[in-house]
């Protein structure tokens, strides 16, 4: 019988995208609009100061196409420190402007039977502590989206066995590797959590290798055979102190 393989986890993440309100922040002054820029600067601030600890993650995205106009990416040890956040930003000035778009709930994960480093102990290496913790590369392009294997009768992940899952995983790791240093992710479990199963965030400097890698696994089978995928969200880097430019008018 086909049976679970245990995972290690670690943090916690909130994928938060919202469509900004222009028409209602056109219509309030620019005083106005500088202290509510600076207010969330302070916010941004006390984000940076998490990151410095490595307590904490996050990443802030210009969504390219109209399903939002930004998105916010946030790792922490806890859900209750997400939601701290969500409130937090909700109850900004600015927040008042960011009308929540979609989210996504998730928690960081990896397979305790590494197919690529089978026989060692994952959980006292260094390299799974920094993948289950990682200070998300501010790298310029992002792409997130939700995943689920495949559940039907001629082909459903879960009822297969583990030697199985674990050969299909390490040749579609083999791919990954391919792109060693082009494309990074971050690989975060939803079951329970969210509709999905899996959430996929890739980071790279050059999008057009979120379509290459994307496209090539395609042709893995664990991906020909089992994978379904959700929508995805594209976005640019948004540097910190480019804010106030992007909220600029
Ligand atoms: C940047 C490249 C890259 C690399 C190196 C990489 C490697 C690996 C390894 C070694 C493992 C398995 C063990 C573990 O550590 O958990 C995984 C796991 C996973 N991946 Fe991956 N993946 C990449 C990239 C990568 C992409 C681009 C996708 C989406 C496209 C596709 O067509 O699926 C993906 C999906 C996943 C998923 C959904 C899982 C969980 C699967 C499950 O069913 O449990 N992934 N992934």
Redo the contacts with the bound molecule.
Sequence with gaps: MAEA?V?VDGWSALHDTRQFDWTSWKSISEDERNKAIQEFEELIKQWETVEENKEGSHSIFKVVGNKADLMFIFLRETMDELEEIKRAINKSVLGDFLIPAYSYVSII???M????KAGEDRELSPYVKE?LRPIMPKWEHACF?P?A?RREPEAN?FAIEKEE?TKL??E?????????G????I?T?SIGLDEW??G?T?FAHDPLQ?KK??YE??F?E??TK??E?GDFIMGNYLAPDELANYLAL
């Design positions: 393989v995972t994960e990896m397979t039977h590494d197919p690529m993948r989206y995943m294997r992940w899952r995983l390490y579609h790791g083999m791919t990954g590797r391919k792109y060693a082009k494309v990074k992710e690989i479990g199963e899996w996929v890739l979120f890698i994307v696994m395609r893995d664990v991906t089992y994978a995928f």
